[in-house]
């Protein structure tokens, strides 16, 4: 009975770490019994990644050695002030001098001084590596997609994107500045800690180990939990920057329909599950912290009661005589023991947290655009305008044919009108062209050759594209028009403006070309963006221009300016246009009427009135409808 009072405090610490480690172990076990959630974008191996990512660093390998060995310095603080603290307690003990008191004091100092400046100099020196690799990947990432098709730009979510060129890379950078350097450091100063102990006691030393395979034990349960609530914050993350993206683009609808309390409920939906899956981590956190910290507790208190019962007695424990000065060192070396297991726990969680950042990254990267240069691509240095298509066929999904058999001629200088119901393939025409994709059947020649055989980027650096929804950049006017291409002038930029009768407006602004343009230009209304849009496009001579709808929701007398315009431009170069309006297309050379992807009809406005086929029902339905809305008025 004697014996077991005497022990009574180490079975009931050893009751309260078991009783734990039963729970820590059924929970594990009941979580692998769970079906495990697939994650798509974890298919490369850890190596893979690390070898992916050492290109980014590799530059920068003299700064990380350099660090490096500041880190050794640092270390030395953990390494050696537990010694310095074992003989200041021997000097109290046995012959007190104040002189080597504070010789061992200065010591002390000298040794934290020295590790406070390596620690600050190794952080410097890792945050402007970690930044410079920071911004090589978003470099990296934006011009790769910029690269991308049109098809697949439609298919990836534009929140998705933003998360992969904004937050994932800042988990790389944590990386580099602090993970792998953290997991070295913790790792160097496991092993010297280690070796310390059993240089100075290993009786000690093995009384303290037997509390490291509870450690690991927690620490595998910790991450089987740590990775899936990492996982749903990161997936919560994504979600609610993709839903901002969306409805934050199109809040005017919301507000149009009156739908702001069903967009709020959804967001707080969104909201709740981020909240919740953070909640979720901090929860694993809040349980893996405690439990180490008791292993730290429970290792301190074997080690004051074996130890101090020892050193009271003066007998020799497993053949170590133990001193209270090796008690001393052995309480200081058992806070830096554990605290660096419990960070490296930790830590090596955050390094999957940034592999699967970075396989996020490198899942972008490693999509080969769909349209692309052809090995034997050609520069086009300049283009006459000459445009053919040959029996072509294109579908965006397979089977669904958008355009079929499609095939007509325009001389260079034409200009060429595409009427047709939505969805008869008008504007699908004028985006092949331009090569936004490729066809699956046919051929479309410019000047007699394949555009496939053109290089992409000079093929658009020929054609001028206005659209019907016009995208102004942030920023002033000048910016929007020159799309800040360099060697342009204000006398040029307002030379194209006049042209276009663009100036009209731009005369009246206070501040002229420098008058701030709002996101996607909101402040100008839709005559004037679109104005604003034909002066970049002649500002940049392009040989074929593009129309599509440019002057669909235009006013009456911005509508005049427009035709004014256009008739400026037709001198130009090659034009077309795509229009529901049939009076603005009256005077052109040519008029396709498509039809389910067909061409049905084609010639001049005279040619196509004469056969009174469909293109003449469409004509006389909208000037029926002139003349009564003229009749109304």
Same mark, same amino acid.
């Given at each position: 009975?004697?014996?077991?009072?005497?022990?009574?405090?180490?079975?009931?610490?050893?009751?309260?770490?078991?009783?734990?480690?039963?729970?820590?172990?059924?929970?594990?076990?009941?979580?692998?019994?769970?079906?495990?959630?697939?994650?798509?974008?974890?298919?490369?191996?850890?190596?893979?990644?690390?070898?992916?990512?050492?290109?980014?660093?590799?530059?920068?390998?003299?700064?990380?050695?350099?660090?490096?060995?500041?880190?050794?310095?640092?270390?030395?603080?953990?390494?050696?002030?537990?010694?310095?603290?074992?003989?200041?307690?021997?000097?109290?003990?046995?012959?007190?001098?104040?002189?080597?008191?504070?010789?061992?004091?200065?010591?002390?100092?000298?040794?934290?001084?020295?590790?406070?400046?390596?620690?600050?100099?190794?952080?410097?020196?890792?945050?402007?590596?970690?930044?410079?690799?920071?911004?090589?990947?978003?470099?990296?990432?934006?011009?790769?997609?910029?690269?991308?098709?049109?098809?697949?730009?439609?298919?990836?979510?534009?929140?998705?994107?933003?998360?992969?060129?904004?937050?994932?890379?800042?988990?790389?950078?944590?990386?580099?500045?602090?993970?792998?350097?953290?997991?070295?450091?913790?790792?160097?100063?496991?092993?010297?800690?280690?070796?310390?102990?059993?240089?100075?006691?290993?009786?000690?030393?093995?009384?303290?180990?037997?509390?490291?395979?509870?450690?690991?034990?927690?620490?595998?349960?910790?991450?089987?939990?740590?990775?899936?609530?990492?996982?749903?914050?990161?997936?919560?993350?994504?979600?609610?920057?993709?839903?901002?993206?969306?409805?934050?683009?199109?809040?005017?609808?919301?507000?149009?329909?009156?739908?702001?309390?069903?967009?709020?409920?959804?967001?707080?939906?969104?909201?709740?599950?981020?909240?919740?899956?953070?909640?979720?981590?901090?929860?694993?956190?809040?349980?893996?912290?405690?439990?180490?910290?008791?292993?730290?507790?429970?290792?301190?208190?074997?080690?004051?009661?074996?130890?101090?019962?020892?050193?009271?007695?003066?007998?020799?424990?497993?053949?170590?005589?133990?001193?209270?000065?090796?008690?001393?060192?052995?309480?200081?070396?058992?806070?830096?023991?554990?605290?660096?297991?419990?960070?490296?726990?930790?830590?090596?969680?955050?390094?999957?947290?940034?592999?699967?950042?970075?396989?996020?990254?490198?899942?972008?990267?490693?999509?080969?655009?769909?349209?692309?240069?052809?090995?034997?691509?050609?520069?086009?240095?300049?283009?006459?305008?000459?445009?053919?298509?040959?029996?072509?066929?294109?579908?965006?999904?397979?089977?669904?044919?958008?355009?079929?058999?499609?095939?007509?001629?325009?001389?260079?200088?034409?200009?060429?009108?595409?009427?047709?119901?939505?969805?008869?393939?008008?504007?699908?025409?004028?985006?092949?062209?331009?090569?936004?994709?490729?066809?699956?059947?046919?051929?479309?020649?410019?000047?007699?050759?394949?555009?496939?055989?053109?290089?992409?980027?000079?093929?658009?650096?020929?054609?001028?594209?206005?659209?019907?929804?016009?995208? $102004?950049?942030?920023?002033?006017?000048?910016? !929007? &028009? =020159? *799309?800040?291409?360099? @060697?342009?002038?204000? +006398? %040029?930029?307002?030379?194209?403006?006049?042209?276009?009768?663009?100036?009209?407006?731009?005369?009246?602004?206070?501040?002229?070309?420098?008058?701030?343009?709002?996101?996607?230009?909101?402040?100008?209304?839709?005559?004037?963006?679109?104005?604003?849009?034909?002066?970049?496009?002649?500002?940049?001579?392009?040989?074929?221009?593009?129309?599509?709808?440019?002057?669909?929701?235009?006013?009456?007398?911005?509508?005049?300016?427009?035709?004014?315009?256009?008739?400026?431009?037709?001198?130009?170069?090659?034009?077309?246009?795509?229009?529901?309006? $049939?009076?603005?297309?009256?005077?052109?050379? !040519? &008029? =396709? *009427?498509?039809?389910? @992807?067909?061409?049905? +009809? %084609?010639?001049?406005?005279?040619?196509?009135?004469?056969?009174?086929?469909?293109?003449?029902?469409?004509?006389?339905?909208?000037?029926?409808?002139?003349?009564?809305?003229?009749?109304?008025?």
């Amino acid at each position: 009975m004697a014996a077991v009072n005497e022990y009574l405090p180490i079975l009931i610490v050893g009751a309260v770490i078991g009783v734990f480690t039963l729970l820590f172990t059924a929970a594990y076990v009941w979580e692998c019994r769970k079906k495990e959630e697939k994650d798509t974008e974890r298919t490369m191996s850890d190596g893979e990644i690390m070898r992916r990512l050492l290109v980014y660093a590799r530059p920068y390998s003299k700064e990380f050695f350099l660090s490096l060995m500041i880190m050794l310095a640092a270390i030395a603080y953990d390494l050696l002030t537990p010694l310095l603290a074992a003989d200041i307690q021997k000097l109290v003990k046995e012959e007190f001098q104040l002189n080597a008191l504070f010789v061992r004091v200065a010591a002390y100092a000298g040794i934290l001084v020295v590790s406070l400046v390596c620690t600050y100099f190794q952080a410097i020196i890792l945050q402007k590596i970690g930044q410079k690799i920071l911004t090589s990947i978003r470099e990296d990432v934006f011009t790769h997609v910029e690269k991308l098709s049109h098809e697949q730009l439609n298919n990836i979510p534009v929140g998705k994107l933003v998360t992969r060129v904004s937050n994932d890379p800042n988990s790389i950078s944590y990386l580099f500045t602090n993970i792998l350097v953290t997991l070295v450091k913790n790792s160097m100063v496991v092993f010297g800690v280690l070796g310390a102990m059993l240089l100075l006691n290993y009786a000690l030393t093995l009384l303290v180990l037997c509390f490291v395979p509870f450690i690991v034990w927690f620490t595998i349960v910790f991450r089987k939990f740590s990775r899936k609530v990492h996982r749903s914050v990161n997936n919560a993350t994504t979600d609610l920057n993709t839903y901002l993206s969306e409805n934050l683009s199109g809040i005017k609808i919301t507000q149009i329909f009156n739908q702001e309390d069903r967009k709020m409920e959804d967001f707080l939906k969104k909201s709740r599950a981020l909240q919740n899956a953070k909640q979720g981590r901090m929860a694993v956190f809040s349980i893996f912290r405690p439990m180490v910290y008791m292993l730290f507790v429970s290792a301190n208190l074997c080690l004051f009661y074996f130890a101090s019962r020892v050193a009271i007695r003066g007998t020799p424990l497993w053949g170590q005589i133990i001193t209270s000065e090796v008690i001393v060192a052995f309480y200081m070396y058992i806070s830096r023991f554990f605290n660096p297991i419990q960070a490296l726990a930790e830590q090596f969680d955050m390094l999957q947290r940034s592999f699967a950042a970075a396989e996020k990254i490198f899942v972008i990267l490693d999509m080969e655009p769909s349209v692309v240069d052809s090995e034997d691509a050609v520069e086009l240095e300049q283009l006459k305008g000459e445009i053919e298509f040959r029996d072509v066929w294109f579908a965006y999904n397979p089977g669904e044919w958008v355009l079929r058999g499609v095939s007509f001629h325009v001389q260079p200088g034409q200009t060429v009108a595409f009427v047709g119901s939505t969805g008869s393939g008008k504007s699908t025409i004028l985006s092949l062209i331009c090569r936004n994709f490729d066809i699956q059947r046919g051929q479309i020649r410019i000047d007699g050759i394949d555009i496939r055989k053109i290089k992409i980027s000079s093929l658009r650096r020929h054609f001028g594209q206005m659209l019907q929804d016009v995208f $102004l950049f942030a920023g002033d006017i000048r910016s !929007n &028009i =020159i *799309l800040r291409e360099e @060697g342009i002038s204000d +006398e %040029q930029i307002m030379q194209a403006c006049r042209y276009v009768n663009a100036d009209s407006f731009i005369s009246k602004l206070e501040y002229g070309l420098d008058e701030p343009v709002r996101e996607r230009g909101n402040n100008f209304s839709a005559g004037q963006r679109q104005l604003l849009s034909f002066a970049r496009t002649i500002i940049h001579n392009p040989s074929v221009m593009i129309l599509d709808e440019a002057t669909a929701n235009i006013d009456t007398e911005t509508e005049l300016l427009i035709q004014d315009s256009l008739e400026k431009m037709k001198n130009i170069g090659t034009m077309l246009i795509v229009a529901h309006r $049939l009076s603005t297309i009256q005077h052109a050379d !040519n &008029i =396709i *009427l498509l039809s389910h @992807g067909e061409i049905k +009809e %084609q010639g001049s406005h005279q040619q196509l009135l004469a056969k009174k086929g469909r293109y003449y029902q469409l004509y006389m339905l909208q000037y029926q409808k002139q003349q009564l809305q003229k009749k109304e008025k």
